[in-house]
């Protein structure tokens, strides 16, 4: 096979030039990151369902109408997406309080808030993602105004839909985080759902047991990630199928 031009690696991916100007390969890694890198593991099977998930919720949020980067999945481990500039934040929607918000606000975990609310941390590695305000956002021009209410419209709109499916399969979504990129249609710029959507970016608890099936299996050496995330694979139908032998040749036309 032809090299690939690597255009970047990131901790849970590494990306690839895709076949078409404007397009590029998501590889999923089994690489598995918390707390800005300080813990580190491999987990082998983890990108494999981080791809396939990741496809099921953007094919989803394509079905239901909601513009993201998903363009079709190449194997196992790859997707070729929409490239886009991504804009540099975090977008986290929260139904329940859990994780930073809560230490931040001295809550217990899993206390449903009165409303989804919408954080913004800016992506920097080096600073660890500090929260952020509209005013810095605006101020240092990480986005417009504009680009807020557009970003806004679409965290809740696809925290609507996720926690829709999730609810439907017995789970509650407690948070999650986006990313949003800009494309260009013409003299058009439109803002999309970026990067991923997987279980490595919600916080998902069962509903009946509270049990996790997120990164905090991970973060917080809670058991078997690959279990957690087959679970939620398995719920949702979209398991990676054991290859099935071939008794006899099949036409295929
Ligand atoms: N459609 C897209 N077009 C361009 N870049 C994208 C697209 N979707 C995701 N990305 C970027 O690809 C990278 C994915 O790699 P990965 O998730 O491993 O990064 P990371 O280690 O988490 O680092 P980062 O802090 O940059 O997210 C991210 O930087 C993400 O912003
Ligand atoms: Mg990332």
Redo the contacts with the bound molecule.
Sequence with gaps: MARRKKI????????YEGPEPGT?V?YF?DDA?AFN?EKKDVIEGKGVLNNMLSEYFMTGLTNVGIPN?FMKRLNMREQL??????IPL?VIVRNYAAGSMAKRLGMDEGTQLPRPIVEYCL???KLG?PLVTEEHIAAFGWATQQDMDDILSLALRVNDFLAGVMYGVGIKLIDFKI?I?RVYEGDFMRL?V???ISPDSCRLWDIETGQKLDKDVFRRDLGSLTDAYSEVAKRLGVMPKASTPMTKPHLIN
């Design positions: 970047y690696e990131g901790k849970a991916k590494t990306l590029i998501q890694k990151t890198a980067h997406v929409r490239a886009c500039e991504i975090e992506k920097n590695d993602d990313e990129g999309i970026a990067d991923e």
